[in-house]
């Protein structure tokens, strides 16, 4: 009777698992009768269970108290694996998958879990066996299907995942990271018709590319994080950052002045300026992830031209739409943010899944960051929408269109770019008219009435 009690709370354990329930599924199993030959199995749900809320200590210290009581436990080498993943030691968490399959072949969520591995280095075939065995294993399972979904032709892909994600969303209404997830299938399914599908990119090439490009030094970025700080130290003893008039003295975007005063300068000495340390430390914080990885992408002489064209289109944009004092360097932030996405969308046949994660997290770091005036009013949204869009538009004349040469090759031999030199200088030339046409336009027209 009490083995049958047992298995009874396992398999309510299990299914709470499942719908991501991980407290509840811990204090069913912390109720669940001792048994000594299943000891291994609900110590093996516990650790599951703890991975699931992040308390990877505790839940590698339970998995290897399961292994020390059954070395085949297929369940606690998979949270092994899922732990060595969160924590990026890729080969150890293959390892931890492989030895969960070789203990029992039939257990889904490790062939599941090696297969999305697989698929985001890239190695693209081994990953679909893992993927479709993990289907037939449980084809219910709505994550299984979502995962098998990813081989399928771009325009039947997201039709799949969508669906594969409605069903998780019946199982877990009040998932915030579903609706977003088949949010984001409504919105990639038109983009996929306008790329082309290429073939899988060779890891070995794209990780060394990726490393030659990390291996430079993004010292312009180094240098506008320390004038930022030293203006808002200047500002401080100087009045303080957060008063209006110390702003506006110093060079922040005022519509009227800009307009009637014909003080263009501010439309550029704005994004210097910050309104209070914690103003400062977001923007220093976004620059230094976002700028010093494009300033390696691209150069620093590139990174410049983006980096002062978006700051001045945020400006105009902002001058255009609101009469409101404006500082910061986010209009700036936006436009590399921007040509970041373009730079990893042009070059995803030299980068593979590099790429793709990249544009990724910039698409989705730019939505919430352009949904953020609507919670703050105080958030010049004008600027942000004005420095990505300048930001897109000069990443894409300026940016670097690469190839790859063929490995092996020295690390910093391995890339060059596509494009003429002189080409590029053209087209940055003609942005630069294109930008001051509009600036004058703005100015001329005066919309926002300042």
Avoid at 86 to 113: G, L, M, T, W, Y
Avoid at 314 to 343: E, N, P, Q, R
Wanted: include cysteine; charge should be positive; proline fraction near 4%.
């Amino acid at each position: 009777m009490q083995f049958v009690e047992l298995d009874s709370t396992l398999r309510q354990a299990v299914d709470l698992i499942h719908r991501e329930r991980f407290a509840e599924a811990l204090r069913v199993l912390d109720r669940a009768p001792g048994a000594t030959s299943q000891d291994a199995g609900r110590i093996g749900l516990r650790a599951e269970a703890l991975a699931g809320l992040a308390e990877f200590d505790k839940a590698s210290a339970e998995a290897r108290q399961a292994l020390a009581t059954d070395p085949c436990e297929p369940r606690a080498h998979y949270v092994l694996g899922i732990i060595a993943s969160a924590n990026n030691r890729k080969q150890e968490s293959v390892e931890h998958f492989s030895r969960s399959i070789a203990c029992d072949p039939n257990f889904a969520p490790s062939h599941h879990a090696l297969g999305m591995l697989l698929w985001s280095a890239g190695y693209r075939e081994p990953a679909a066996r893992e993927m479709s065995a993990a289907t037939r294993l449980d084809p219910g399972n709505w994550r299984y299907a979502a995962g098998a979904a990813l081989q399928l032709p771009a325009n039947q892909r997201y039709a799949a995942q969508r669906q594969a994600y409605l069903k998780g969303l019946s199982e877990q209404p009040g998932s915030v990271r579903l609706r977003a997830r088949i949010g984001g299938t409504y919105l990639a399914q038109p983009l996929s018709r306008f790329a082309r599908a290429k073939s899988a990119v060779d890891p070995e090439v794209g990780f060394a590319a990726y490393q030659q490009v990390m291996s430079r030094r993004p010292l312009v970025t180094y240098a506008l994080l320390v004038i930022n700080l030293l203006v808002y130290i200047w500002l401080e003893l100087h009045g303080g950052s957060t008063n209006s008039a110390v702003l506006n003295q110093y060079g922040a975007k005022n519509s009227f002045a800009i307009v009637h005063g014909h003080e263009i300068w501010r439309l550029f000495t704005a994004a210097f300026l910050h309104a209070g340390f914690s103003h400062l430390a977001v923007n220093s914080l976004s620059l230094y992830f976002v700028g010093t990885l494009y300033e390696r992408c691209v150069g620093s002489l590139r990174f410049m031209f983006v980096y002062a064209l978006a700051a001045i289109g945020g400006s105009v944009f902002s001058v255009a739409a609101s009469t409101d004092l404006g500082v910061g360097a986010s209009g700036a932030i936006f436009g590399i943010f921007g040509a970041l996405g373009v730079y990893a969308f042009i070059n995803r046949g030299v980068f593979g899944v590099i790429s793709r994660k990249l544009v990724s997290s910039v698409i989705g770091l730019s939505i919430l960051n352009l949904l953020l005036p609507l919670a703050d009013p105080n958030i010049d949204g004008w600027a942000h929408v004005g420095g990505l869009v300048t930001g897109v538009v000069t990443g894409l004349v300026v940016g670097p269109w690469l190839a790859a040469r063929r490995m092996p090759v020295s690390t910093n031999a391995l890339l060059r770019d596509r494009r003429n030199p002189i080409i590029v200088v053209t087209f940055a030339f003609v942005t630069c008219v294109v930008l001051a046409v509009v600036t004058v336009l703005v100015l001329t027209v005066n919309p926002a009435g300042a």
